[in-house]
Nanobody, 126 residues
Framework: QVDLVESGGGSVQTGGSLRLSCEASGVTGSSHCIGWFRQAPGKEREGVAAIDIDGTTNYADSVKGRFAISKDSAKNTLYLQMNSLKPEDTAMYYC????????????????????WGQGTQVTVSS
């Protein structure tokens, strides 16, 4: 059974931090690209960050220097450390995965991913 379960969302003030977690079943960091995505009300889903099987990471320009994606292979868990949060970071955050063989590069393009979690809400107030 393939399943992704996000947690760690919440409400913070501008400048605050949150750490999102994504527990994976049937998906491993050694065979899948795994990424974080977000969708704000009325907006399209966008990629935030992705991590390749070798640990290579890439980020959306809007979060570079503030967010960090990582994975713990022993726990089969993906993380997103979010610092210096801004109101424009407010969104539902999703983790997603796709088998590495389907990707030339492990990038956070939502249309390339076929396994999705249910999401966790992040709200940043000014």
């Amino acid at each position: 059974q393939v399943d992704l379960v996000e947690s760690g969302g919440g409400s913070v003030q501008t400048g605050g931090s949150l750490r999102l977690s994504c527990e994976a079943s049937g998906v491993t960091g050694s065979s899948h690209c795994i990424g974080w995505f977000r969708q704000a009300p009325g907006k399209e889903r966008e990629g935030v960050a992705a991590i390749d099987i070798d640990g290579t990471t890439n980020y959306a320009d809007s979060v570079k220097g503030r967010f960090a994606i990582s994975k713990d292979s022993a726990k089969n868990t993906l993380y997103l450390q979010m610092n210096s949060l801004k109101p424009e970071d407010t969104a539902m955050y999703y983790c997603a995965a796709v088998e590495r063989l389907y990707m030339d590069y492990c990038v956070a393009r939502p249309e390339m991913y076929n396994i999705w979690g249910q999401g966790t809400q992040v709200t940043v107030s000014s």
